[in-house]
């Protein structure tokens, strides 16, 4: 009996098998591709939870598929839940290693600034309650304390993680505005102030770059569409308000180290920038007050209190009121003394 008809027929089921499995392997990467651009569209629209989703089905294909890690690390990063944010951290430093570039390294540092940021907040809100309402038996007060204080070191270090990432970014893109950014409020909250500064600084050095680039095209360039000069006008209103955080971040650094004449020109910025800001004019009456201007105190809270949407009995409302009232005092005495002069 002749072998030929056997060995073909062998060769045949051999190149089913193999064409079948290249299918399979061709089918899964096109799921794959499906899952990373859902995940990514998801993400940019702000919808972390249903990124995180589609971002976890494609690395039930590819577990170590670097571009799904990091998205899903930073869709729990950007969903701000304490515990969703912890659960980023293998997701992250999977994509780190797999990617091993500065974008990785980045939400690898956004993860430490953010969680260390809940664990600080928590820690020093926990802190503050112990010690206006202190507990009736000193030993609980003391390890209530004392946990409180652990908490703290450990979000410190955190900080200290991030900002040891953010120094890698910022060697290879020296003008990356988050990380700038980024690294200056990490180092305010180590209490770098002279450090953070410079960065926060260098920052709106590049804002100003920007705003005053997107001013010359709006003002020059006759041939923008009406979506283009939107689009503009949106971008030049996010630099604005990026400008403005800052700017508050700086203030509250030169609060922290007792120069109040910086600190009030830095709210002298932000209402250049935005002279609706009621906060910033509260902020700057504060300042104008512990200088001793109680006139130009007076003309900001003035400003505070018509455009706040806090209720009258809110402590920042009655505080600005007491200044006011204040002022009217010292004029209603000095218009009684030159009258009787």
């Known amino acids: 009996m002749p072998r030929f008809p056997f060995f073909a027929f062998a060769t045949l089921l051999c190149l089913s098998c193999l064409s079948c499995s290249s299918a399979e392997q061709e089918d899964q990467q096109a799921r794959l591709e499906d899952f990373r651009e859902r995940a990514a569209q998801y993400f940019n629209s702000g919808r972390y939870p249903q990124a995180f989703q589609q971002a976890q089905l494609g690395l039930r294909i590819e577990p170590d598929d670097g571009g799904l890690n ?30 091993d570039n500065y974008k990785a390294d980045y939400s690898l540092a956004e993860f430490h600034f953010r969680y260390g940021s809940m664990l600080y907040k928590f820690a020093q809100s926990e802190k503050e309650n112990l010690l206006h309402y202190p507990v009736e038996e000193p030993e609980v007060q003391k390890e209530k304390l ?32 988050d990380a700038l950014e980024m690294r ?4 305010a909250l180590l ?28 003002a020059t360039d006759t041939n923008l569409s009406v979506e283009q000069e939107g689009r503009i006008r949106r971008d030049l209103e996010g630099d604005i308000q990026r400008e403005v955080a800052i700017r508050f971040l700086i203030a509250s650094i030169w609060k922290s180290e007792g120069d109040i004449r910086r600190e009030e020109e830095q709210y002298t910025q932000i209402l ?11 902020s700057r ?12 105190a007076c003309a900001d809270m003035r400003e ?3 455009r706040t949407d806090l209720e009258f009995d809110s402590p920042q409302v009655k505080q600005a009121m007491q200044i006011i009232e204040e002022f009217g005092a010292l004029q209603s005495s000095n218009s009684k003394g030159n009258s009787s002069n």
């Open 70 to 99: 990091l998205l899903a690390g930073r869709a729990l990063v950007m969903q701000r839940d304490l515990q969703q944010v912890a659960h980023a951290l293998a997701y992250l430093e999977t994509a780190q290693e797999e990617l």
């Open 146 to 177: 004392a946990l409180c204080e652990e908490r703290i070191g450990k979000a410190e270090n955190h900080f200290r993680q991030a900002q040891a990432l953010l120094d890698d970014v910022l060697e290879t893109v020296p003008e990356n505005l």
């Open 184 to 187: 200056g409020q990490v180092l």
């Open 191 to 218: 209490h770098q102030g002279e450090a953070a500064l410079a960065d926060l600084n260098q920052a709106l050095d590049i804002l100003g770059k920007s705003r005053k680039y997107k001013n010359r095209v709006l």
């Open 272 to 282: 250049n920038l935005n002279p609706d800001m009621g906060v910033a004019y509260h």
């Open 285 to 296: 009456g504060l300042c104008c007050y512990e200088l001793g201007r109680l006139a130009e």
């Open 304 to 306: 505070f209190v018509s």
